[in-house]
């Protein structure tokens, strides 16, 4: 069973499910004792889309990326655990541990831009999540990095991206 067991956080996305960066919440609606299955929603940034069929700049516009991925444990935890308190004899796990998953999942991403340009892209998600909690009173605290790569489809092409996230639980 893993321990950073919390319900939302909020986090940093670059270069994955926005092209650029977004700001995304995260949702927790299962648990399992080894998985969980995570849910996302954000606003981000779209670079300029450049000139269109008017000869009109598009400049910057806004992405809203939306997620759904399934993780699960990948480091076994449980025996860790049970080598800590049964060989050395401590009572209580340690107040920082660090738990890696592994990510996949599907996505979308509804873009627009000023001028009334829209785009749609759709990718699949395949990556690794490492959890770090630090269990200090009063709350428990999750800190997670993810790292994956983004297979993505729009407008008939094919495109490999990847990105990075940077997050931390509210609950």
């Known amino acids: 069973m893993y321990r950073t067991r919390y319900t939302s956080a909020l986090m940093v996305e670059t270069f994955a499910s926005s092209p650029i960066i977004s700001i995304n919440y995260e949702y927790?609606?299962?648990r399992w004792r080894t998985s969980f299955m995570s849910l996302r929603g954000g606003i981000g940034f779209?670079?300029?889309g450049g000139v269109n069929e008017f000869n009109i700049n598009n400049g910057g516009g806004a992405s809203f990326p939306v997620t759904a991925t399934y993780n699960l444990l990948l480091n076994n935890l449980r025996k860790r655990i049970f080598n800590r308190v049964y060989v050395k004899c401590k009572s209580a796990p340690s107040r920082i541990a660090s738990e890696l998953f592994g990510e996949t999942g599907l996505g979308y991403t509804f873009g627009a831009y000023p001028n009334g340009d829209i785009r749609h892209n759709s990718y699949f998600i395949l990556g690794i999540r490492q959890q770090v909690i630090f269990d200090i009173p009063p709350h428990p605290r999750v800190l997670f990095?993810?790292?994956n790569v983004t297979p993505s489809y729009s407008l008939g092409v094919f495109e490999l991206r990847g990105g990075v996230s940077l997050g931390v639980s509210l609950k």
């Open 28 to 30: 927790l609606p299962v």
């Open 46 to 48: 779209l670079p300029g």
């Open 145 to 147: 990095l993810r790292a």
